[in-house]
C-alpha cells in the first residue's frame, strides 16, 4: 500500500518519540504494528532513524562483550523496545536493514547491462586468462563474475560499499548490496551510508551492521570471517546449524558445511589484515559548477567553478515582482539558500549541459509538509538531446503519482524513464540529493541514473510506461528551444517553462561534468567543497 500524508505525519511523529525516549505504551505498539505490516513504514523507519551516531555508540559499548547467537530476528526487535531509545533505534534499523536492504527491491527486474560497481583501483593485477583486463575506473555489471590471478583490486559498489580484493580470488556482483565470494580473500570497508550491504559464500552471509571486516574462502564450500572494526551478523548455512549470531571487533569465526568453529590461529589471520596495500586509483579531472544561493538581494545569482579553469554561469530569477525579491533568500543548510514560492523560477545558461554526457546534480533540498502536489515539479530541469530519444526533458523532482510509488519520494524522469527513491522528503526538513547520470556510449541505449539521498543509494533508473504525461507532454519531433539551459523551480516544455512549479527551499546546487561515485557524494554532502579540493570559500 501507499502511505497517506497523515499515515507519514503519524510514523513521523512516533520515530520522533522513539529516538527522544518519549515513546509511550500505545506509542510502542502502534509503531511495532507499522513495521510489522508496511514496508514502506520500515523505509520511512530505515532513514529516519538509522544513518545517526547512535548505532556507533552502541557498537563501541559492545564490543567488549562475547558474541550471542540469536534466535531470530522477532526475539531481538522484542528485547530492543525495552532498551535505551537510542541503542534501540540504532539495532532496529540495523534488524530491518537486514531483512529489506532497499537494494533488493530495486533489483527484482534489473537491465541486463546494469552497472552496480566500479573498479577505483589496482595494484599488480593478473586477471585469469580469458577474462578481460578490466581498468581503473571501469563499471561492473550485475552477474559479472571478477578471476583475479594475483594483485589487489578495489570496487567500489554502488550502495557506497567498498572491497579490496586479493587474487587469487573469485567474486560475484549479486547487486549494489550483495556480493558472493566463491574462493579468495578480501577485506570490505562499509560507511554508515552503505549499512546492510552483505558478502556471500556457500558457508555463511555476512550482512554489514556498520563494520570493516574480511572473509576469506578457501573454494572448498568454507570461510573464515573476521572483523576488524564495528559488527556484522553472520548467518551459517549449513543443514542444522545455529542461528544468526552477531560478532564484534577482534572476533572470527571459520564457518563449514559441518558448522561453525574457530578461526585457526586468529592472530595470524587478523595481522595479515595489518599490512597497508598502497593502490593505484583513477582520478579524472572533473568541472564543478556551483550555485550557493547566498547573495543577499538581487534576482541575479552568482555561479562559481571548480576544477579545470572554465566560465561558470550565473542564475537569474524569472517571474519575480520587485515586492517578491526581498523574500527570495532565507536561512540556508550552508549560509543562505533560494526560497521558491510556487510561482517564480530560475535559469541559467549551460553550453553542453543537453549533450548525452556523464553529469552528477546534487543539491540540498527542503520541501514544507503541507505542499501539494502541483508542486512537485520541478527542483532542476534541463533538456538532453540523444540520437535514440531526440530532444526529451530531465526533471528532478518529488513523485506525485501514487500509482507508481511513495508520494513525496526523490523522482527523476528522463528520456525513456524514471528513477524513485525511498525517502520522502515533504518533512520540512532539510535533504541532501544527488543524481548521477551516465549515458551508454551505444546510442541506442538508454541512460544509466541512479539517486542517492543524505548519502544513501535510493533508486535507480527504469522504463517508463507508454503514454505517461512526461513523455507525452514534451515533443521529441523537433529541436528544442530550452537546449544548453538550466532551470530551477519549474518543470520545462521545447519552447520554455511550464506553469507546473516547485514549492520549497534549495541551498548548495553543485554540477559535475562526470558521473561521481557514492563516497565522492558523501564528501560532498558533509563538508559542501568537491572531493579532494579544498576551497578558501567552502562555508564551515
Known amino acids: 500500500m501507499n502511505l497517506s500524508d497523515q499515515e507519514i505525519l503519524e510514523l513521523n511523529e512516533l520515530c ?19 513495521l510489522e505490516s508496511s514496508e514502506e513504514a520500515r523505509q520511512f523507519y ?34 530492543l523496545w525495552w532498551a535505551s531509545p537510542v541503542a534501540a533505534a540504532a539495532c532496529l534499523v540495523a534488524a530491518f536493514l ?16 546494469e552497472q552496480v560497481a566500479r573498479l577505483t583501483g589496482s595494484s599488480k593485477c593478473r586477471w585469469v586468462n580469458g577474462t578481460p583486463a578490466f581498468r581503473p575506473g571501469e563499471g561492473l555489471r550485475k552477474g559479472q563474475r571478477l578471476e583475479l590471478a594475483q594483485g589487489f583490486a578495489e570496487l567500489t559498489f554502488d550502495s557506497g560499499a567498498q572491497i579490496v580484493l586479493e587474487g587469487p580470488a573469485s567474486l560475484e556482483l549479486v547487486s549494489a548490496w550483495n556480493a558472493t565470494l566463491h574462493r579468495g580473500r578480501l577485506k570490505a570497508n562499509v560507511p554508515p551510508e552503505a549499512m546492510g550491504f552483505s558478502i556471500s559464500n556457500p558457508a555463511v552471509e555476512v550482512v554489514d551492521l556498520g563494520t570493516e571486516f574480511s572473509m576469506v574462502a578457501d573454494g572448498t564450500n568454507s570461510a573464515d570471517v573476521l572483523v576488524l572494526k564495528g559488527m556484522i551478523e553472520a548467518s551459517p548455512r549449513a543443514v542444522g546449524g545455529r542461528s544468526t549470531i552477531v560478532l564484534h571487533e577482534n572476533q572470527s569465526r571459520h564457518f563449514a558445511p559441518s558448522g561453525m568453529s574457530k578461526v585457526n590461529d586468529p592472530k595470524r589471520q587478523f595481522a595479515l589484515l595489518d599490512h597497508p596495500v598502497t593502490l593505484d586509483h583513477f582520478s579524472a579531472a572533473t568541472v564543478y559548477r556551483h550555485w550557493s544561493f547566498d547573495e543577499s538581494n538581487g534576482d541575479r545569482m552568482q555561479a562559481d567553478s571548480q576544477g ?13 515582482s520587485e515586492g517578491v525579491i526581498s523574500s527570495l533568500y532565507t536561512p540556508g543548510r550552508w549560509q543562505s539558500a533560494l526560497r521558491f514560492n510556487g510561482h517564480l523560477y530560475a535559469r541559467a545558461d549551460f553550453p553542453q549541459l543537453s549533450s548525452a554526457v556523464p553529469h552528477t546534480v546534487a543539491f540540498w533540498v527542503k520541501v514544507p509538509e503541507d505542499v501539494h502536489l502541483p508542486n512537485a515539479y520541478a527542483m532542476v530541469a534541463w533538456a538532453v538531446s540523444s540520437k535514440k530519444l531526440g530532444s526529451h526533458p530531465v526533471h528532478i523532482g518529488w513523485n506525485r503519482n501514487p500509482a507508481e510509488g511513495t508520494i513525496g519520494v526523490l523522482r527523476t524522469d528522463y528520456g525513456g524513464g524514471f528513477a524513485l527513491g525511498a525517502t520522502p522528503l515533504r518533512d520540512g526538513r532539510w535533504h541532501h540529493v544527488a543524481i548521477v547520470f551516465s549515458p551508454d556510449p551505444d546510442p541506442n541505449s538508454n541512460v544509466d541514473v541512479k539517486q542517492y539521498v543524505d548519502g544513501r543509494f535510493e533508486g535507480e533508473g527504469k522504463p517508463s510506461p507508454p503514454g505517461t504525461e512526461v513523455s507525452a507532454k514534451f515533443s521529441t519531433s523537433q529541436p528544442s528551444e530550452v537546449s544548453d539551459q538550466l532551470f530551477l523551480g519549474c518543470r520545462i516544455g521545447n519552447a520554455g517553462p511550464r506553469k507546473d512549479r516547485f514549492r520549497g527551499e534549495m541551498d548548495e546546487l553543485w554540477i559535475a561534468d562526470g558521473a561521481l561515485g557514492p563516497r565522492e557524494i558523501v564528501e560532498l554532502m558533509k563538508f559542501n567543497r568537491p572531493p579532494g579540493v579544498e576551497l578558501a570559500s567552502a562555508k564551515k
Open 16 to 34: 520522533n518519540a522513539l529516538v527522544d525516549g518519549r515513546l509511550s505504551g500505545t506509542q510502542r505498539s502502534r509503531l511495532a504494528q507499522w
Open 46 to 79: 530505515v532513514r529516519h532513524v538509522g544513518l545517526s551516531a547512535s548505532l556507533c555508540s552502541y557498537s563501541s559499548e559492545m564490543q567488549s562483550e562475547a558474541p550471542e547467537p540469536a534466535a531470530g530476528r522477532s526475539k531481538i526487535i522484542h528485547y
Open 98 to 113: 537486514i531483512a529489506h536492504r532497499p537494494g533488493d527491491k530495486a533489483h527484482t527486474e534489473p537491465k541486463s547491462e
Open 308 to 320: 579545470l579553469p572554465v566560465p561558470a554561469y550565473d542564475a537569474q530569477v524569472e517571474a519575480a
